[in-house]
């Protein structure tokens, strides 16, 4: 049972947008800035987001981030074959001091 | 160019200790706090443990709290993991990570270093 909340799977056509949640509480989410990683098949986690809504260099803009209260929300937009991956949003939990993860969400590109 | 390599990964039988090392290169090492995090075979990420720059500060999952060990030796550029009373559900992929400015975000990932834990 992860600490963050994520729907484990969700799905769009390619050029289309897609949008992964990630519940917490107010120990991480609601206090601590979230941030993203992209895990493509058989590869280390990749950072997407950072900050809340900051993108790395060389991360394209059609990845966004952004979040409210203890929620955040991962945005693609112009969805790509390339992009089907799990994702994973993440923070730190000040009652835990403990990085936490949620349960990872697969993106699929039909 | 920044990369993390991890190794020391292995099969050991429950109860059995394990060390593994992560070797850093091409950042200033002893800035950035580092992490440990897991992936149980087709299962999520589990963060493990954390270390600060120093070293003087240290965290842990409570999976692991009592039987791992986080240290780093900033003179050689590398972070270790001590493992101690191994169980089956420690079986998975161990990624070393770089720390952003606090411990999470984590910028930079090994490749991973697989521990089996089996009799």
């Known amino acids: 049972q992860s600490v963050l909340t994520q729907p484990p799977s969700v799905s769009a056509a390619p050029g289309q947008k897609v949008t992964i949640s990630c519940s917490g509480s107010?120990?991480?989410?609601?206090?601590?800035?979230v941030s993203w990683y992209q895990q493509l098949p058989g590869t280390a986690p990749k950072l997407l987001i950072y900050d809340n809504n900051k993108r790395p260099s060389g991360i394209p803009d059609r990845f966004s981030g952004s979040k409210s209260g203890t929620s955040a929300t991962l945005g693609i937009t112009g969805l790509q074959t390339g992009d089907e991956a799990d994702y994973y949003c993440?923070?730190?939990?000040?009652?835990?001091?403990?990085?936490?993860f949620g349960g990872g969400t697969k993106l699929t590109v039909l | 160019e920044v990369q993390l390599v991890e190794s020391g990964g292995g099969l050991v039988q429950p109860g059995g200790s394990l060390r593994l090392s992560c070797a850093a290169s091409?950042?200033?090492?002893?800035?950035?706090?580092m992490s440990w995090v897991r992936q149980a075979p087709g299962k999520g990420l589990e963060w493990v443990s954390a270390?600060?720059?120093?070293?003087?500060?240290?965290y842990y999952a409570d999976s692991v709290k009592g039987r791992f060990t986080i240290s780093r030796d900033n003179s050689k550029n590398t972070l270790y993991l001590q493992m101690n009373s191994l169980r089956a559900e420690d079986t998975a992929v161990y990624y070393c990570a770089k720390g952003v400015k606090l411990v999470i975000p984590f910028d930079i990932w090994g490749q991973g270093t697989m521990v089996t834990v089996s009799s």
């Open positions: 091409g950042f200033t090492f002893s800035s950035y706090a």
């Open positions: 993440g923070t730190w939990d000040s009652s835990l001091s403990a990085a936490v």
């Open positions: 107010s120990s991480n989410i609601g206090n601590n800035y």
């Open positions: 270390i600060s720059g120093s070293g003087g500060s240290t």
